[in-house]
Nanobody, 127 residues
Framework: QPLLVESGGGLVQPGGSLRLSCATT????????VGWFRQAPGKEREGVSI????????NYADSVKGRFITSRDNAKNTVYLHLHNLKPEDTAVYYC????????????????????WGQGTQVTVSS
């Protein structure tokens, strides 16, 4: 099974940008649908985005639509989440997950709805 490695989190001021990466340690990323999720302290995990295997189809949670963009470079076995115009309420641990089902929305359906999960990367938005 692939190992997912996330990177790119950090501390950023409101209005700033970050790019998160989710990479597989083998060449299987191209076969996976990828979801991004986040979990803030004391809150339930929520879906952020989903991207199809080719990148042709994407979907976003209403809270991030117009600010976040997910993309992928299958040649690099990597999927990205570009975060723009960040707000303090975006502060959370961000997780990527891979699977074989393109869900009709970004709703979090539980850990078993995806095949593999990354370890998470912290994003903190604060002045």
């Amino acid at each position: 099974q692939p190992l997912l490695v996330e990177s790119g989190g950090g501390l950023v001021q409101p209005g700033g940008s970050l790019r998160l990466s989710c990479a597989t340690t083998d060449s299987t990323m191209q076969y996976y649908i990828v979801g991004w999720f986040r979990q803030a302290p004391g809150k339930e995990r929520e879906g952020v985005s989903i991207i199809s295997t080719t990148g042709t189809n994407t979907n976003y949670a209403d809270s991030v639509k117009g600010r976040f963009i997910t993309s992928r470079d299958n040649a690099k076995n990597t999927v990205y989440l570009h975060l723009h115009n960040l707000k303090p309420e975006d502060t959370a641990v961000y997780y990527c997950a891979v699977g074989n089902q393109y869900y009709p929305d970004t709703k979090y359906r539980g850990p078993n709805s995806w095949d593999h999960w990354g370890q998470g990367t912290q994003v903190t938005v604060s002045s």
